[in-house]
């Protein structure tokens, strides 16, 4: 991989990205007002609010209505799939965090059977609870947290692996590779027995407008928009002008590819080549219609993706 830095080192890449005009209005979703209007009805029995979010993307694409309607509970940030983020830059972006108030942060992978941060969440919450005002929840000896997010960032796993960790048992919560599993504020979880702790599910919420296309690319990049929203095609160019700009050539070696390249439609032709994902067309010529095997980009744009979101392509962090 050292070797592939240095033959970059003189290589030109794009210094930007061209989203060739598109309007984020109407690019990237955001119309979730319905969840977090039942968010905001919940609030009542809520002692604590869990925050999850992207480690790749600890600063960028949280929902800022998250901030403005539910602050007046403690906060604790929970930063998944750290496994894949590159952390080398860990200090700085608690930083920055602490500069936007936040400043209960953990860095989480929910789906490792046994992860050390994981344990420390509830014993967190707790000491958050207890440091700060109950009102007419004083009486109450159990707790009661609310998990959010945007979609598809781990809200359901971490209230698995909690569960799982604290109580010994099995799934609680549907859990899903596509945003929008969970689609509505769901019955109490219980996840811990000594303290009795319960955590509500709440569905993924995206701001009702990504402030630019750049955090927009970062979060469909990510899996939290609908791949066919945005487009693979997009998307995987944005993420083969990500992986250059952060010196992340992982993806020469995974698709035996001679070099880095900054042109999708050369990679994603050798990604269908080695794989296999060809289609077969028709075209018309002289000589009259004849069917031809041509490279799927489609399919091969979709295979570049999904092996970023494993984390197959290297850690990264882009923010």
């Given at each position: 991989?050292?070797?592939?830095?240095?033959?970059?080192?003189?290589?030109?890449?794009?210094?930007?990205?061209?989203?060739?005009?598109?309007?984020?209005?109407?690019?990237?979703?955001?119309?979730?007002?319905?969840?977090?209007?039942?968010?905001?009805?919940?609030?009542?029995?809520?002692?604590c609010?869990?925050?999850?979010?992207?480690?790749?993307?600890?600063?960028?694409?949280?929902?800022?209505?998250?901030?403005?309607?539910?602050?007046?509970?403690?906060?604790?940030?929970?930063?998944?799939?750290?496994?894949?983020?590159?952390?080398?830059?860990?200090?700085?972006?608690?930083?920055?965090?602490?500069?936007?108030?936040?400043?209960?942060?953990?860095f989480t992978?929910?789906?490792?059977?046994?992860?050390?941060?994981?344990?420390?969440?509830?014993?967190?919450?707790?000491?958050?609870i207890?440091?700060?005002?109950?009102?007419?929840?004083?009486?109450?000896?159990?707790?009661?947290?609310?998990?959010?997010?945007?979609?598809?960032?781990?809200?359901?796993?971490?209230?698995?692996?909690?569960?799982?960790?604290?109580?010994?048992?099995?799934?609680?919560?549907?859990?899903?590779?596509?945003?929008?599993?969970?689609?509505?504020?769901?019955?109490?979880?219980?996840?811990c027995?000594?303290?009795?702790?319960?955590?509500?599910?709440?569905?993924?919420v995206?701001?009702?407008?990504?402030?630019?296309?750049?955090?927009?690319?970062?979060?469909?990049?990510?899996?939290?928009?609908?791949?066919?929203?945005?487009?693979?095609?997009v998307i995987?160019?944005?993420?083969?002008?990500?992986?250059?700009?952060?010196?992340?050539?992982?993806?020469?070696?995974?698709?035996?590819?001679?070099?880095?390249?900054?042109?999708?439609?050369?990679?994603?032709?050798?990604?269908?080549?080695?794989?296999?994902?060809?289609?077969?067309v028709?075209?018309?010529?002289?000589?009259?219609?004849?069917?031809?095997?041509?490279?799927?980009?489609?399919?091969?744009?979709?295979?570049?993706?999904?092996?970023?979101?494993?984390g197959?392509?290297?850690?990264?962090?882009?923010?």
């Open positions: 991989m050292r070797l592939h830095a240095l033959l970059c080192s003189a290589k030109q890449f794009r210094d930007v990205f061209d989203f060739g005009g598109r309007e984020i209005a109407h690019w990237f979703p955001g119309h979730m007002a319905k969840g977090l209007k039942q968010m905001k009805a919940n609030l009542r029995n809520v002692d609010i869990i925050e999850i979010h992207d480690a790749r993307i600890p600063l960028s694409g949280r929902n800022p209505l998250f901030q403005e309607s539910l602050h007046i509970r403690p906060h604790l940030l929970v930063l998944n799939k750290m496994d894949i983020a590159d952390l080398s830059n860990k200090q700085n972006v608690l930083k920055q965090l602490a500069k936007q108030g936040v400043k209960n942060v953990v992978d929910c789906l490792r059977q046994k992860d050390e941060n994981v344990k420390k969440v509830v014993p967190m919450v707790t000491e958050l207890k440091s700060s005002s109950r009102f007419h929840r004083t009486e109450d000896s159990n707790y009661c947290l609310m998990v959010i997010g945007v979609p598809n960032v781990g809200k359901s796993s971490l209230i698995n692996a909690i569960r799982r960790m604290n109580l010994k048992k099995g799934k609680a919560s549907r859990v899903g590779g596509e945003p929008g599993i969970t689609r509505a504020v769901l019955t109490k979880i219980q996840v027995e000594r303290p009795l702790v319960y955590l509500l599910d709440t569905p993924g995206l701001p009702p407008r990504i402030e630019n296309i750049e955090t927009g690319m970062k979060l469909a990049l990510c899996g939290t928009i609908l791949d066919h929203l945005v487009g693979e095609d995987a160019d944005y993420l083969l002008y990500t992986l250059n700009r952060l010196e992340k050539f992982s993806y020469v070696d995974k698709y035996e590819l001679e070099e880095p390249s900054d042109d999708i439609q050369h990679i994603l032709k050798r990604i269908a080549v080695k794989l296999g994902k060809t289609q077969r028709k075209a018309i010529t002289g000589v009259g219609e004849v069917t031809l095997t041509v490279p799927n980009y489609t399919a091969a744009a979709y295979d570049f993706i999904r092996a970023f979101r494993k197959e392509l290297g850690r990264v962090m882009m923010d």
